[in-house]
C-alpha cells in the first residue's frame, strides 16, 4: 500500500514539474529587447523552469522551515567556498547582524565586548554597518580609494589603536580587497576579520573564494546578487565555536543543536532532559544559552537557491564577460571617468560595473546619469555615499579616523551600472552606444 502511494505521489510530482516547465515557457518566454523602450536593470533574477520546480518539490513536501534543501544549500556552498560551516539566513543584513552578535556573544571564549572598535570603510551599505552600532561596539569609519571603491588599506593601519578588536570589510560591488594586507593586520594586532561578501559571491583573491579568508563571512542572496533565494543571506565560518553562537543566535538564541531530522527522541545529545535550570530538571529545546533571534529562511527558499547554485559558474562567466566588453568599451573615455580597478591577485566575479566622473570632466554625474536614464538605462549610486553623512547616523557613536576626501569623492561622483547575467550582446551595444553618443554630445558642446 505504502509502496503504491509513493507512486501515485511521485508520478504527481512529475506531473506538476511538468506543468510548471510548460507554464514557465508561456510565462517568461524570452523577452524582445527593444533599445530605449525596455529597461537595462541594474540587476536582477535570472532562473528558469529549474528554480520554479525546486520551490515545488520543496513546497509539496510542506516541510516549510529549513530542511532537506537547507542543508543541500549550506553543504555545497561551503565546499564551493572551501569553508567548513555556512548557514544559511534570512537575508544579508540578517547575516551581518549575525556575523557581529556571534563575536559579541558572551558565550564566545574570545568575545567583543562593549565599545571595542571595528574599523570599517565610510563607503558602505547601511547593514553592514548596522550590526556593529546594534552591538554597541564603536565603528571607526575610514576612507576608501576612488577607483577600488573598497577601503583605503593605509587609512586602515592608521585607524587602528588598542580598543581595536576587528576589521568588518565588504568586497564592494565584488572587487576582493587585499586580504593578504588584511590577514596580516589581522594576525599583527589580533583581529577578528569578517568579510562582507554580499556582493562577491565567486570572487577569488589567489587561489581562495572571497569568503575564505576572514572568521566569518557573509552573503546575500536578494535578486540582484550572484545568486538569489527572493530573500536570503548566508554566513560562513571555518570556527567551529563560531559556527555553533551563529546557529543558536540565528534559532531563537537557544542551546539545543537538534537537526531537522532526528529521530531520537532524547535529541542529538541524547541527553534532552536530563539538563538543569534553576536546580530543576530542563529540557535542552528550552535551554537559551545566547540573546537571539530568528532569522532563518525557509526551505522553500533553500531550494530555490540551490537551482541557482547549479548555474554559479555560468553566471560567473557572464558577469566577467560583461564586465569585459563595457571595460574595453568605456577605456576610450578614461580622460572623463574613473574605471573601476581590481588588485593584480584578484579574478572578479563582478555584482556591476562602477566608474565616476572625473572632476574635470566636462560634464557632471548628474547630467550622465540623467542621459542614461533617459534611455532606460539603470545606475545605482555606490551604496550610501560616505555614510557619515546620512541622516540616520547623525547622533550615533561613530568615530571617525582620518580625511573621508574619497568617500565624499565617491558620493559626489560615482554610480555603477549592471553587468548581470540577464544583460545581453545586445542590451550592451546600447549601453555602450548611449555612452559614446553621450560622448559625443559633450565634444561637441564644449568645442562651440
Ligand atoms: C555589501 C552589502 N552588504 C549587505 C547587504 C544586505 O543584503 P540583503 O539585502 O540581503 O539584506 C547588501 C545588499 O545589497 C550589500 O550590498
Redesign the pocket.
Known sequence: MDDKKDLNEKRLRKEIFSKIKEFHSLKFADKRFIPGKSKVHYGGRVFDDKEMNAMADSLLDFWLTLGRYGDEFESKLARFLNVKHVLLAN??????LLAVSALCSRSFSRHLNPRDEVITPAV?????LNPILQNNLIPVLVDVEVDTCNMDLSAAKKAITRKTKAIFV????GNPNDMDEIMALSEKHGLFVIE?????LGSRYGIKQAGAFGHMS?F???P??HITMG???AVATDDDELAKITSSLRSWGRACYCKWDEKNPNGTCNSRFKFKLDGQPWDHRYLYTNIGYNMKPLDLQAAMGLAQLEKLPGFIKKRKENFARLFEALSAYDNHLVLPRALDRSDVSW?AFPMSVREDAPFSRQELLEWLNGRMIETRMI?AGNIAKQPAYKDANIRISGNLGNSDTVARNSFFIGVYPGIDGLQLDWVIDSFREFMANTAKKSSR
Open positions: 537575508s544579508g543584513s540578517s547575516a551581518n558602505t551599505f547601511p547593514t553592514t565588504p568586497h564592494t560591488l562582507d561578501c554580499c556582493d562577491a557573509t546575500s542572496f536578494y540582484a546578487h530573500e536570503g543571506g555584482f551604496f
